[in-house]
């Protein structure tokens, strides 16, 4: 296994770009289908929209969603504030889209389109990286293309794909800086204290984090591995005191990079969230149902440059807590929702999320037979060629990095256990099966590492083509059987239920 480069630069950038372009032309495709609020863009579209109108979230008013499929867009928000229970970066981004073609279905859809397009395009480099090997790294990029979790989440405004764009461009960025690295240890060249790819990295750690703070899981987890690539890179130490001031060269840029960086831009995330504190303070800081006041300083009435600067912090942090309070308390692990799902079966995707059904249409409309029924689903299901085979090359890929001990076997290892096993923590709140949109990038790097491993271990044979493509060909086919459950297409009940393999799956 080489981390080196054996195609081209040209045709590197190419190949990946293409590929990612046919991937925007799917998500495109009747993306404004169905016209309505689906599912939690209920939340995300409208906070977007409030904050390209008044710069701060507001509360919608009743029957909303609505008047905004109705196309009356007039007085959609009160002047209260909305309590946000994730930062603002990832509904900024809806933003992009609803400023380019308003306040529609297309408008709040079409930067997850972008995003998921580009996440295509970044999982492909990154399989370039690691694996060396165009065609490899193209089988990564449209096995991704293909999927129906990566393809629904493209074409719904939820945080969560945006969310993984950010945390596979850090771990593309710490790949490179690796890279990097290694070349100028290699050329005797010297290694300053700025690294241009862990800058890159800790800027989109930063981005991740204020999309959703699930990231922090991967943060983590990543930059620990970060700094245990370059002790490695660097040999053995001559002494445990050479070690000790080893790792600090080594950690301290990566700390400043990945955590200091990281939390500037965080911060940078909430920026309309502090030009306007005092409103989210005038509805929560004094006391809000059972949460405590913020604070005497609310009642300032002598602002000084410092308080003026002061406050604002101090009412983020307490929004903070108020929120994290949401997250992990009494009131979510009381919630039951009919689409919930264990983590224990999400890389085997036991139980997809229904976004948004539509059934008892009538026969005429689908050409069903007249005793039966049409049916309609927007299901958030993998491709199950993928996520099944997926998850038996996770385990040899364990096995390849206990026994090679090489690099690159990490990236898919690490990028499933920080994307996965956080949320067997979670309890008893409702959580769902869509998160899984973040595993599914290093899942299909580890797919794509063993089929280059074994390709490289039969010694580059002709006839180990066949076998991939035979693979790839029922990837397609599950694409195309699964294509109506992920599109809204009005089908007859009988095809829709024939797609049902599994009873969870209803």
């Not at 862990?198 to 750690?205: K, L, T, V």
Request: charged share 15%; hydrophobic share 55%.
């Amino acid at each position: 296994m080489t981390a080196q480069l054996r195609d081209p630069r040209l045709w590197g950038w190419l190949v990946p770009c293409q590929i990612a372009l046919v991937a925007f032309f799917l998500r495109l495709w009747h993306l404004a289908e169905p016209n309505k609020l689906m599912f939690d863009e209920t939340y995300y579209a409208k906070d977007a929209w409030s904050l390209l109108q008044y710069g701060y979230t507001r509360d919608a008013v009743e029957g909303a969603n609505e008047r905004i499929v109705a196309g009356d867009l007039s007085n959609l928000f009160t002047t209260e504030p909305t309590w946000i229970v994730h930062p603002d970066g990832g509904k900024w981004l809806i933003a992009i889209g609803q400023e380019l073609f308003g306040m529609t279905s297309f408008g709040w859809r079409f930067s997850a389109a972008v995003a998921g397009s580009v996440l295509v395009l970044v999982v492909m480099r990154l399989a370039l990286r690691l694996t060396g090997s165009l065609a490899f790294a193209s089988i990564a990029g449209l096995l991704i293309t293909i999927d129906g979790v990566h393809f629904v989440m493209s074409r719904i405004a939820l945080l969560d794909i945006f969310l993984t764009l950010w945390l596979v461009c850090m771990v593309a960025s710490l790949a490179a800086d690796r890279d990097w690295l290694a070349t100028r240890l290699e050329r005797g060249v010297p290694v300053g204290w700025f690294r241009p790819w862990q800058f890159a990295a800790g800027m989109c750690a930063g981005l991740a984090v204020g999309t959703k703070w699930s990231a922090l899981w991967v943060v983590a987890a990543f930059g620990i591995t970060m700094v245990l690539w370059e002790m490695v890179l660097r040999g053995k130490p001559a002494s445990i005191t050479d070690g000790a001031i080893r790792l600090m060269r080594v950690g301290v840029p990566a700390f400043g990079h990945l955590v200091v960086l990281g939390f500037v831009v965080y911060l940078a995330t909430w920026t309309s969230w502090l030009i306007h504190w005092e409103v989210f303070a005038q509805r929560f800081g004094h006391g809000y149902g059972d949460i405590a006041p913020w604070g005497d300083y609310l009642n300032r009435t002598d602002p000084t440059w410092f308080t003026a600067v002061t406050d604002p912090l101090r009412s983020l942090w307490h929004f903070h807590v108020m929120t994290y309070g949401f997250h992990t308390g009494d009131y979510l692990a009381g919630v039951d929702h009919p689409y919930q799902s264990n983590p224990a079966g999400w890389l085997l995707q036991v139980r997809p999320t229904s976004v948004d059904t539509v059934t008892d249409v009538a026969a005429a409309q689908c050409g069903a037979p007249t005793d039966s029924t049409c049916i309609s689903e927007v299901l958030i299901l993998g491709n199950v060629v993928l996520w099944w085979t997926g998850t038996i090359a996770l385990l040899a890929a364990a096995v390849a990095w206990v026994k090679t001990r090489t690099w690159v076997w990490s990236v898919p290892i690490v990028g499933v256990a920080a994307t996965w096993l956080p949320w067997f923590t979670v309890g008893s709140r409702p959580i769902f099966t869509f998160y899984s949109i973040a595993i599914l990038p290093f899942l299909t790097l580890g797919l794509v590492l063993v089929m280059h491993a074994l390709y490289e271990y039969f010694g580059r044979p002709r006839w180990y083509w066949a076998p991939i493509g035979i693979f790839l060909a029922a990837a397609i086919a599950m694409a195309w059987w699964l294509w109506p459950l992920w599109t809204n297409a009005l089908i007859p009940y009988d095809d829709w239920h024939a797609r049902m393999w599994f009873d969870s799956w209803i």
